[in-house]
């Protein structure tokens, strides 16, 4: 089996009880390991990420110790980076073991093809999003960002993914069709130039499976923070779930 998840946001201010919702991750990875053959953490599994050249965020020990041990047991791990954990350098690769994918990746699974994205900056209409989002990629940026003081560094970074959640959560969980979830439009159009079965994405926060013309699929997986879905594919046919 082939297990995807997004959107945990470990860490995040908005979440009561981070031990309990870290916990519940790591549950999840010990209960899919059975009969996992590759893991995709598609994105904003973590609410701020930002490794400096010996410093890594405090927190995640069990989360990032059960991924090592899942690696190094054997079972290919894939990282995408999403909008909130950008800036990863290597410690997750060197230490932890896991694949990471800093771009949009179109990979062979099973018998069917799929394009598989975080999804933000995909199909951006929000100008000023489309402006954080080239600072927050810059290579000068993230240079420069080293040289804050740490502990300000982190602060900033936590407080500013409350606010930009805050600011969105209205939007989130919520499908208002076809026309009006971008993440579908570009899946559209992306299927007018390109072959592939299924189009998997993270970012929005609601679950969606959608069949469009010619058998093609675009999911939305959902997210780990609030509706605890993940996708499952058997190497033929692929799924939502939910966790209780």
Same mark, same amino acid.
């Given at each position: 089996?082939?297990?995807?998840?997004?959107?945990?946001?470990?860490?995040?201010?908005?979440?009561?009880?981070?031990?309990?919702?870290?916990?519940?991750?790591?549950?999840?990875?010990?209960?899919?390991?059975?009969?996992?053959?590759?893991?995709?953490?598609?994105?904003?599994?973590?609410?701020?990420?930002?490794?400096?050249?010996?410093?890594?965020?405090?927190?995640?020990?069990?989360?990032?110790?059960?991924?090592?041990?899942?690696?190094?047991?054997?079972?290919?791990?894939?990282?995408?980076?999403?909008?909130?954990?950008?800036?990863?350098?290597?410690?997750?690769?060197?230490?932890?073991?896991? /694949?990471?994918?800093?771009?949009?990746?179109? +990979?062979?699974?099973?018998?069917?093809?799929?394009?598989?994205?975080?999804?933000?900056?995909?199909?951006?209409?929000?100008?000023?999003?489309?402006?954080?989002?080239?600072?927050?990629?810059?290579?000068?940026?993230?240079?420069?960002?080293?040289?804050?003081? /740490?502990?300000?560094?982190?602060?900033?970074?936590?407080?500013?993914?409350?606010?930009?959640?805050?600011?969105?959560?209205?939007?989130?969980?919520?499908?208002?069709?076809?026309?009006?979830?971008?993440?579908?439009?570009?899946?559209?159009?992306?299927?007018?130039?390109?072959?592939?079965?299924?189009? +998997?994405?993270?970012?929005?926060?609601?679950?969606?499976?959608?069949?469009?013309?010619?058998?093609?699929? +675009? +999911? /939305?997986?959902?997210?780990?923070?609030?509706?605890?879905?993940?996708?499952?594919?058997?190497?033929?046919?692929?799924?939502?779930?939910?966790?209780?």
């Amino acid at each position: 089996m082939i297990y995807f998840v997004s959107d945990a946001h470990l860490g995040s201010l908005l979440v009561k009880d981070n031990r309990a919702h870290e916990k519940k991750l790591v549950d999840w990875l010990e209960k899919v390991r059975v009969d996992a053959t590759a893991i995709y953490l598609m994105g904003d599994i973590f609410d701020f990420w930002f490794e400096y050249k010996t410093v890594v965020p405090k927190g995640f020990v069990r989360f990032l110790g059960k991924l090592a041990e899942l690696t190094d047991a054997g079972i290919e791990i894939h990282f995408f980076i999403g909008n909130h954990d950008i800036w990863t350098f290597g410690y997750l690769e060197k230490e932890v073991g896991l /694949i990471v994918h800093k771009e949009p990746e179109v +990979v062979q699974l099973g018998s069917k093809t799929f394009y598989l994205a975080h999804g933000d900056g995909l199909y951006a209409v929000d100008n000023g999003f489309k402006f954080i989002r080239k600072i927050f990629h810059s290579e000068t940026a993230q240079k420069l960002f080293r040289y804050f003081p /740490i502990q300000l560094g982190q602060e900033f970074g936590y407080n500013w993914s409350k606010n930009n959640r805050i600011k969105n959560l209205p939007k989130e969980n919520k499908f208002e069709g076809e026309d009006k979830e971008y993440l579908v439009v570009y899946a559209k159009k992306y299927l007018e130039n390109h072959d592939v079965d299924f189009l +998997v994405f993270g970012h929005r926060h609601i679950a969606l499976d959608l069949q469009l013309k010619n058998q093609k699929r +675009v +999911v /939305i997986l959902g997210d780990f923070v609030s509706v605890f879905s993940y996708g499952v594919f058997d190497g033929e046919n692929f799924r939502l779930e939910y966790v209780d």
